[in-house]
């Protein structure tokens, strides 16, 4: 690697700030455009997602899933609860014991330099990093600055939340005992995943409590209409429409009791906050290069950010604010490198995925609860708004002849948005048992924009719950 080192300190051709998997795609497609790459991370190398987030969640709602499965199968008998305990080590595993190592060799591996410390701008094109001994290490970039901070969980100013010493998403998936009684704030993917999974895990006694008229209002309505009779049937508490207006906790270890504005309160044992995430920013040196110290940073569809000179500034993932999806993250980072390698080496850097980012149109998400939620694209309501000819059209998975053999009395729901001038999807949603692997298809179909009438001769297997497709194609007028 060309590294040079001199009383500026080190010099690469790109830093990186942040060791996620948004910084480690960023720096990996550099180097492979033939630069050099540091990597900076104050904390655990693989990021949120890694250890506190998208894995050890999906590790601790998998026997969630697969007991409830079970117990939709006529024949089958799950034979006392879930074993707790035996789910929390294999998360354990999962993390890696929250050990970064195996992490830090994948980036050396690029191979980039890994650096351990809390890195920060120190004006164009350096980066300064305090070590774990507190010494302050500088560096220098050629060509480019990448920010790969990610986002912090949002605590809201509720009267007393702070000092009730909330849950984020980072205790929740951390956890080593399971509370007997919780109360979540929040019906985004944070606090229906956790709720659901805590429940089945031991908290006999839980309550959601929602601000909105429904769970997971950025999805299409039936989604949480479906997720939230599922929650009630297993036992937990959802309270819509109801607005926290103090929390207290008199005592550290004590429990935690939530007023709400109908005048009436929830005691538990754990209180977890899922109510968004902010732009991981802060000491980030930003005002060194003439921005707010507040996110997100602005960037264009190459991320480079819009508002500073000579355009040596990336921000990817979370901390643009354009998608706040790991997926999408580890996109942007690649176009990030691929973008940057290609100006440095003199090249076209007008990629053919800056004509049409796929954060923009054909961003895929799933929530891991029972039943899973699977969507891509726009709404009904997003697509009206933006003046498309939308024509939308539903159908029940459960008439699906795939969906009889999945599970008896399969409950699911699938739907389609289409752009009527063009004849090709905007949107597609799924919500159903073990919808998760039918995500795809509707994803390329969304991006590729394939017309409606060509989808039509793309063939499901019989008998697959994929026939969904058949029977949506037929309902629109195919």
């Known amino acids: 690697m060309r590294v040079s080192v001199g009383d500026e300190g080190d010099v690469f051709d790109v830093i990186v700030i942040g060791a996620g998997p948004v910084g480690e795609n960023a720096a990996a497609r550099a180097v492979r455009g033939g630069l050099t790459a540091a990597v900076v991370e104050e904390r655990l190398a693989g990021g949120e997602c890694a250890y506190y987030a998208c894995i050890p969640s999906k590790a601790l709602l998998r026997p969630v899933e697969l007991a409830a499965e079970v117990g939709r199968m006529p024949g089958l008998e799950l034979r006392g609860p879930i074993d707790a305990a035996a789910v929390l080590a294999r998360r354990d595993q999962a993390v890696s014991y929250l050990d970064d190592q195996g992490q830090v060799r994948w980036i050396e591996n690029v191979p980039a330099t890994f650096v351990r410390g809390r890195g920060r701008?120190?004006?164009?094109?350096?980066?300064?990093?305090?070590?774990?001994?507190?010494?302050?290490?500088?560096?220098?970039?050629?060509?480019?600055?990448?920010?790969?901070?990610?986002?912090?969980?949002?605590?809201?100013?509720?009267?007393?939340?702070?000092?009730?010493?909330?849950?984020?998403?980072?205790?929740?998936?951390?956890?080593?005992?399971?509370?007997?009684?919780?109360?979540?704030?929040?019906?985004?993917?944070?606090?229906?995943?956790?709720?659901?999974?805590?429940?089945a895990l031991g908290a006999l006694e839980t309550t959601l409590i929602v601000r909105g008229d429904r769970l997971l209002s950025r999805t299409e309505p039936f989604a949480g209409e479906m997720v939230a009779r599922s929650f009630q049937e297993s036992g937990i508490d959802v309270r819509l429409g109801r607005n926290v207006e103090r929390v207290e906790r008199p005592v550290p270890d004590g429990p935690v009791t939530v007023y709400l504005d109908d005048g009436s309160q929830v005691e538990a044992d754990e209180i977890l906050v899922g109510l968004g995430r902010w732009p991981a920013v802060r000491d980030l040196g930003l005002e060194t290069i003439g921005l707010e110290g507040r996110g997100p940073i602005e960037v264009d569809a190459s991320m480079r950010a819009t508002d500073v000179p000579d355009g040596w500034l990336y921000a990817v993932g979370d901390v643009n604010g354009r998608n706040l999806l790991t997926h999408m993250g580890k996109y942007q980072a690649r176009i990030c490198g691929d973008v940057i390698a290609a100006r440095v080496n003199g090249q076209p850097d007008d990629l053919p995925s800056l004509r049409d980012t796929a954060d923009e149109q054909g961003a895929p998400q799933v929530i891991f609860t029972d039943p899973q939620?699977?969507?891509?694209?726009?709404?009904?309501?997003?697509?009206?708004?933006?003046?498309?000819?939308?024509?939308?059209?539903?159908?029940?998975?459960?008439?699906?002849?795939?969906?009889?053999?999945?599970?008896?009395?399969?409950?699911?729901?699938?739907?389609?948005?289409?752009?009527?001038?063009?004849?090709?999807?905007?949107?597609?949603?799924?919500?159903?048992?073990?919808?998760?692997?039918?995500?795809?298809?509707?994803?390329?179909?969304?991006?590729?924009?394939?017309?409606?009438?060509?989808?039509?001769?793309?063939?499901?297997?019989?008998?697959?719950?994929?026939?969904i497709w058949l029977r949506l194609l037929e309902e629109y007028g195919l």
């Open 121 to 199: 701008l120190a004006g164009p094109l350096r980066v300064e990093v305090t070590t774990p001994d507190g010494a302050v290490r500088p560096l220098r970039a050629r060509h480019a600055v990448v920010i790969a901070t990610g986002s912090d969980p949002a605590i809201p100013g509720i009267p007393g939340l702070r000092e009730a010493r909330p849950w984020s998403n980072r205790e929740a998936t951390s956890v080593q005992q399971v509370p007997k009684r919780l109360v979540t704030l929040g019906g985004g993917a944070v606090g229906c995943e956790m709720s659901q999974a805590l429940h």
């Open 373 to 467: 939620v699977c969507a891509v694209g726009r709404t009904e309501e997003l697509a009206s708004a933006e003046g498309f000819a939308v024509r939308a059209v539903e159908y029940d998975i459960g008439a699906v002849s795939g969906a009889y053999l999945q599970a008896d009395g399969y409950v699911g729901r699938a739907k389609l948005v289409a752009d009527q001038a063009r004849g090709v999807l905007l949107g597609v949603t799924f919500v159903g048992p073990a919808v998760v692997d039918l995500l795809h298809s509707a994803t390329i179909a969304v991006t590729a924009e394939v017309p409606l009438e060509r989808l039509w001769h793309a063939v499901p297997s019989f008998p697959t719950v994929s026939e």
